[in-house]
Structures are given as C-alpha cells and as structure tokens.
C-alpha cells in the first residue's frame, strides 16, 4: 500500500474568480464545473465595498462582487461542492458579514466555509456562527505560513492555505503547522494545509516549463505559478501529496474558463484515473469533503 493511500486522496479547491465579470451566471457556470470534478470547494473574492448583500449593481465597473450573494445564488445549481466566500475587510467581521455567512451554511446544507483574517495574529472574530447547520458551523480557512499569523492559523483555522514554491518548503510549512496546532491543543489531524498555486494551463498537454513543474512552481507577481500542461500539473499534485508535503491544493485559474475546464477534464479526469481523486462526493457538507469531525459546542482553540 502506498503512502497516498494510507493518508487518503488529496483535496482539491478552485477559485471561480472572473475579474471584471459581475454576472451571476458566470461564476455559477464555472462552480458547476468544480463540483462535476469532484472539488472538496470553490472560493470567490469579495470585491464589493463592504455594504454586505446585495452590493454587486454590474456590469461594469462598480461597487463590485458580493461573494456571499454569488454563492448563495449557486446553491440552487449544485448540490454537494464547498462554497467560500473570501470576505475582506469591515464587514467580514461584522454582525452582518457572520450572519450573511451563516445563512450561506444552512441554505446549502453545510457546504459553507468561511475566511478568517490572521494577518494580524490572533483573529477578532471567532464565535461559532449560529443557526442549525449539519456541519456544526461553516469552515474556517486562512491564508498564512509564517509568524504570528502562522501561530493564530494552525490554532483556529481548518484549513490553511500556503504559498509554497517547493515540495520542501510546502513540507516544513505543513509540519510547523501541525506541531503548532498541536502545541495549543488541537489535534493535529483536524487541519489540512493546501499548497495555494496559480495554474497557467494555456500550453495544453506540452511538459511544465522549467522551474514550473516538476521541481516545484515558480515565483511570480502572482504568487507561486504552474505553468505547463493538465498531466504534469496531475504528477505534481500527486508526488507532493504522496510525499507528505501538503493535504491538496488550492489552485487559482489565470485563465479562469479555459484553465478551469482543463484541469477537471485533464488533470482530474488522470487522477481519477489513477484512483488518486474522488468520482464521487461520499458525503453533503464540507467538513465531510476534508474529512474533518463536526465541531460540538467548542471552535478550535478552546472558545465558546
């Protein structure tokens, strides 16, 4: 038995990001391509002003998105992918923003998660969002590596996003991690860290350019960046995940149509293949697409 197997199959995230596109359907048209291949959650950046639903007036330039509305429009359209709003900024942590979250969770069943801001270290915002959901409350992901904010991640979040340019740097990321969450008195296992990584499909089944695939991604203004076909992007998420370097991946589209088809009809389609992905989803919410337990009475961290 291989090493893959003993840990499970990785999880896969997408971002469904169409800058510049304020259409509803747009978006719903990519997130039912997520959930077709199978994808543990989609996310969506919030570009609105912070006047909470209802503030995406498109097209055209605006007050902006409105993620948390997005999404709850998709939820008629799909039935078992994660949905998460990456919310930024006064309204995130407002009464508003939580309860605009909440409601996201308990139409959609308990697909919903939830981004928490640890740029600063410890969160401000950590009560459990109220109102019946099968999943307890939605999931909280945050977007950190290092420092205090690494700290605060490994002890509240459920899921971390990292942006790693190496297989070894995604490994030391993902065992601070763990060794911190542990040291506040969480369990481990009850964290999943995704290498976070920009994905230029646009040289179809042509081999990952140098210092873009096999060795590892490239740094970019974006960030970390594949850059290659759906076949090697599908050996690099396998060897990283086989390796121990990472739970999944959270992957972000340069080209958001074109590069998301590619990788659910390519790189997901060979991992599926492989028996190294999901054909199907085995449970409703999203804490059960991470195989994460559902939270009682307590979030992470001891708070109530």
Same mark, same amino acid.
């Given at each position: 038995m291989t090493s893959s197997s003993r840990r499970g199959l990785p999880h896969l995230a997408a971002a469904v990001d169409l800058p510049g596109e304020y259409e509803f359907g747009a978006h719903v048209e990519l997130i039912r391509l997520a959930e077709r291949g199978g994808l543990d959650f989609v996310t969506l950046d919030d570009t609105s002003t912070g006047a909470g639903p209802g503030a995406e007036v498109g097209p055209g330039p605006g007050p902006g998105l409105d993620a948390v509305a997005v999404l709850s429009r998709a939820v008629a359209d799909t039935r078992r992918v994660g949905l998460v709003p990456m919310v930024t900024g006064p309204y995130a942590g407002s009464a508003d923003g939580e309860a605009a979250v909440a409601h996201l969770d308990r139409v959609s069943r308990g697909r919903a998660g939830?981004?928490?801001?640890?740029? /600063?270290?410890?969160p401000s915002h950590l009560a459990a969002l109220t109102g019946p959901s099968p999943q307890g409350h939605a999931v909280r992901v945050a977007d950190a590596i290092d420092g205090p904010a690494r700290l605060a991640a490994a002890r509240y979040a459920d899921v971390v996003l990292a942006r790693v340019t190496s297989r070894a740097q995604a490994r030391s990321v993902r065992d601070q991690l763990r060794a911190d969450a542990a040291e506040s008195g969480r369990?481990?296992?009850? +964290?999943?860290?995704? =290498? =976070?990584? $920009?994905?230029? +499909?646009? &040289? @179809?089944?042509?081999? =990952?350019?140098? @210092?873009? /695939? @096999? /060795? /590892?991604?490239?740094? $970019?203004?974006? @960030?970390?960046?594949?850059r290659g076909g759906p076949v090697?992007?599908? &050996? +690099?998420? =396998?060897?990283w995940h086989r390796d121990g370097a990472v739970d999944g991946f959270h992957l972000i589209p340069v080209e958001p149509r074109r590069d998301l088809e590619r990788l659910v009809n390519g790189t997901v389609a060979l991992l599926q293949h492989r028996g190294l992905f999901r054909t199907f989803y085995p449970g409703g919410t999203l804490r059960e697409h991470l195989g994460l337990a559902r939270p009682v009475g307590q979030i992470a961290g001891g708070r109530t």
């Amino acid at each position: 038995m291989t090493s893959s197997s003993r840990r499970g199959l990785p999880h896969l995230a997408a971002a469904v990001d169409l800058p510049g596109e304020y259409e509803f359907g747009a978006h719903v048209e990519l997130i039912r391509l997520a959930e077709r291949g199978g994808l543990d959650f989609v996310t969506l950046d919030d570009t609105s002003t912070g006047a909470g639903p209802g503030a995406e007036v498109g097209p055209g330039p605006g007050p902006g998105l409105d993620a948390v509305a997005v999404l709850s429009r998709a939820v008629a359209d799909t039935r078992r992918v994660g949905l998460v709003p990456m919310v930024t900024g006064p309204y995130a942590g407002s009464a508003d923003g939580e309860a605009a979250v909440a409601h996201l969770d308990r139409v959609s069943r308990g697909r919903a998660g939830r981004r928490i801001d640890v740029s /600063g270290g410890e969160p401000s915002h950590l009560a459990a969002l109220t109102g019946p959901s099968p999943q307890g409350h939605a999931v909280r992901v945050a977007d950190a590596i290092d420092g205090p904010a690494r700290l605060a991640a490994a002890r509240y979040a459920d899921v971390v996003l990292a942006r790693v340019t190496s297989r070894a740097q995604a490994r030391s990321v993902r065992d601070q991690l763990r060794a911190d969450a542990a040291e506040s008195g969480r369990e481990p296992d009850s +964290l999943r860290v995704l =290498a =976070a990584l $920009s994905i230029d +499909l646009g &040289d @179809g089944e042509h081999a =990952a350019e140098p @210092g873009h /695939g @096999g /060795g /590892g991604p490239r740094r $970019s203004a974006r @960030g970390p960046l594949y850059r290659g076909g759906p076949v090697d992007l599908a &050996d +690099l998420i =396998a060897s990283w995940h086989r390796d121990g370097a990472v739970d999944g991946f959270h992957l972000i589209p340069v080209e958001p149509r074109r590069d998301l088809e590619r990788l659910v009809n390519g790189t997901v389609a060979l991992l599926q293949h492989r028996g190294l992905f999901r054909t199907f989803y085995p449970g409703g919410t999203l804490r059960e697409h991470l195989g994460l337990a559902r939270p009682v009475g307590q979030i992470a961290g001891g708070r109530t």
